[in-house]
């Protein structure tokens, strides 16, 4: 599986990048079929303090599965987005045995 990162308006931290790899590159655990994973980063411009967006995109055969959330910091939403897509990735690959 490839994957993508893409910052929009911030520069991603090493440890932050070496997070995003070890928890997305896991989803492969749960269905073997995905071709792609894209990434996106973004700080919402609002007042609150959980204003970090991720946005996980992945390719898959059939339909692409999007996730998004937002919390206080880029890990936690991504633990997020990668807890929201395990859950898609068993349900879809339940569907297709």
């Given at each position: 599986m490839k994957i993508t990162v893409q910052a929009i308006g911030l520069t991603p931290h090493e440890p932050l990048e070496a997070h995003v790899d070890k928890?997305?590159?896991?989803?492969d655990t749960f269905?073997?079929?995905?071709i792609?994973?894209?990434?996106?980063l973004k700080v919402e411009n609002n007042?609150?303090?959980?204003?970090k967006t991720t946005e996980l995109i992945?390719?898959?055969?059939g339909d692409d599965i999007v996730v998004k959330k937002t919390s206080a910091s880029f890990e936690?939403?991504?633990d997020l987005c990668v807890d929201t897509?395990?859950?898609l990735l068993?349900?879809?690959k339940e569907l297709a045995s």
């Open positions: 928890k997305v590159s896991k989803l269905y073997d079929k995905i792609e994973c894209k990434v996106f007042s609150d303090k959980s204003n992945l390719a898959v055969p936690e939403s991504l897509a395990k859950k068993i349900k879809k």
